[in-house]
């Protein structure tokens, strides 16, 4: 199989893609004080906590696709921030439970809305429900 051009080759495409969009996501929340990996974490960990969850790390992790260890990092400078708290389970003296601060939970809607803004710009109206559709496919590969 010969090499395809890059223009026409879809991982090439789709490494631009996300390394603009990435830049869009920093650029915007810069201002916030968040990184895109603090974003995310905080956003999920908001999410669960509005449900009535008290997840473990190891719970935020897999909901926001993240390693554990840098997950554990990453949360340890949320809790510096005040954004985040981390509890020790009583069930289960070794993990940790989280809880949104009221400052994260004041910080993380406005920071979901930032993202979304970008993501608006970024996926137009005329193809967002294709991209959406394609992008689920390609990150919930089904086994087969």
């Known amino acids: 199989m010969a090499a395809l051009e890059p223009a026409e080759s879809p991982g090439f495409l789709l490494w631009h893609a996300t390394l603009r969009w990435q830049r869009d996501i920093g650029a915007a929340l810069a201002p916030l004080g968040l990184t895109h990996v ?3 974490l905080l956003a999920c960990a908001w999410w669960l906590n509005e449900r009535g969850e008290r997840p473990q790390q190891q719970a935020l992790a897999r909901q926001a696709g993240t390693d554990v260890k840098m997950t554990s990092q990453v949360l340890k400078a949320l ?3 005040g954004l985040v708290e981390r ?4 069930a289960d003296t070794r993990a940790k439970r989280l809880r949104v601060t009221a400052a994260g939970a004041e910080l993380a809607p406005r920071a979901i809305a930032v993202v979304e803004e970008v993501d608006a ?8 429900a294709g991209a959406v559709a394609l992008l689920r496919r390609i990150a919930e590969p089904t086994e087969g």
């Open 79 to 81: 809790e510096a921030k």
């Open 87 to 90: 509890e020790v389970d009583p």
């Open 121 to 128: 710009r970024f996926f137009p109206a005329d193809v967002r």
């Open 38 to 40: 603090q974003f995310v």
